[in-house]
């Protein structure tokens, strides 16, 4: 089976590759010339140069291709409006006008738990609706899901959405080592006390759920939210880092209502200065640190199988050992 996926370099991308192909798949994977593709060469993929942008390396890469996974997106707190609607919106545009031509029999599209607003959520089903907060990476995820979907309702087009938290794992780049970073210098601070649930999952079970997904007919036309089956909140995890890496545990907070303004008039000021770096504190690091976020993940246990096989705890060990 031919597969094909996008932000094969990224680091959900290169773990689904890994896996996809330790298990003998054969895969083409799409990349820019700048990105570093040593881990692909290892794997003796097939690498498609370009990107979202790129239509005709699309169109020409679905030759043959049964299944794609698209993970490839510009993510971060500081994203412009153009960007974000050029490469997450009408990339994704592109991607799904391309596979529907080539006839694919699976379309499964990584999106984000983000899509169902920036709020406190309390077990949180898949099937609540979209709310765009302003936040130009959530909008632009929503607009993606409604392009899918759209291909699947107007066209045929066998898609899923699978819907993750915050991805950590061995490899990770930003989340452990943004923290990392904050405790030891010092500088960490809870809000709100730290007593919300966080929408964790570790790397390989996200994996677990993407193969099932790609996999399993059942899960055409669905939307699935995935996070770790164990909870844990926010202070319960920092202080599991710093006992794991021997760092003091860290005691000061911030009000969640003061954190929150305070995001939202620096990054005003930051974008109304045209700031090419985001400010200390922003609405995305409020959500991520401040926000009870529980989301039901039921639906994916009892369609997909999932079974979060390891904890929070197990992940933060491998990913600890593995810095």
Not at 28 to 53: F, H, P, Q, Y
Not at 236 to 255: E, N, Q, V
């Amino acid at each position: 089976m031919l597969t094909f996926i996008t932000g094969a370099t990224g680091f959900i991308g290169s773990n689904l590759a890994m896996r996809l192909a330790s298990r003998g798949d054969e895969l083409k994977c799409l990349a820019r010339e700048t990105s570093d593709l040593n881990t692909l060469k290892k794997l003796n993929v097939s690498i498609v140069s370009g990107d979202m942008k790129d239509k005709d390396a699309l169109h020409s890469a679905m030759d043959g291709v049964e299944t794609v996974y698209h993970n490839a997106a510009v993510v971060g707190e500081w994203l412009s409006e153009n960007e974000a609607l050029e490469v997450n919106v009408k990339g994704t545009q592109n991607l799904l006008e391309a596979s529907l031509e080539a006839g694919v029999k699976k379309f499964v599209y990584v999106s984000s738990l983000a899509v169902l607003g920036m709020k406190h959520h309390q077990n949180t089903p898949a099937d609540a609706p979209h709310q765009k907060t302003g936040d130009i990476y959530s909008d632009s995820k929503i607009d993606s899901e409604k392009t899918v979907m759209d291909f699947y309702e107007k066209h045929g087009l066998p898609v899923v959405i699978v819907r993750p938290g915050f991805v950590f794992g061995p490899g990770d780049k930003r989340f452990i080592p943004n923290i990392l970073r904050l405790l030891n210098e010092g500088r960490f601070m809870f809000l709100g006390g730290g007593n919300n649930v966080m929408n964790l999952v570790y790397i390989d079970n996200l994996i677990d759920v993407l193969v099932e997904a790609g996999r399993r007919k059942e899960a055409v036309g669905q939307v699935y939210n995935i996070t770790n089956k164990d909870k844990t909140t926010m202070k319960d995890f920092i202080y599991t880092i710093c006992d794991i890496s021997g760092l003091k545990r860290p005691r000061k907070s911030l009000p969640f209502p003061v954190a929150k303004t305070l995001a939202s008039i620096l990054e005003a000021i930051g974008r109304m200065a045209k700031k090419k770096t985001p400010p200390l504190l922003t609405k995305a690091r409020v959500k991520v640190s401040g926000l009870n976020l529980d989301f039901d993940i039921s639906k994916a246990v009892k369609e997909l199988g999932y079974d979060s096989k390891v904890s929070i705890k197990e992940g933060l060990e491998r990913t600890l050992a593995s810095l």
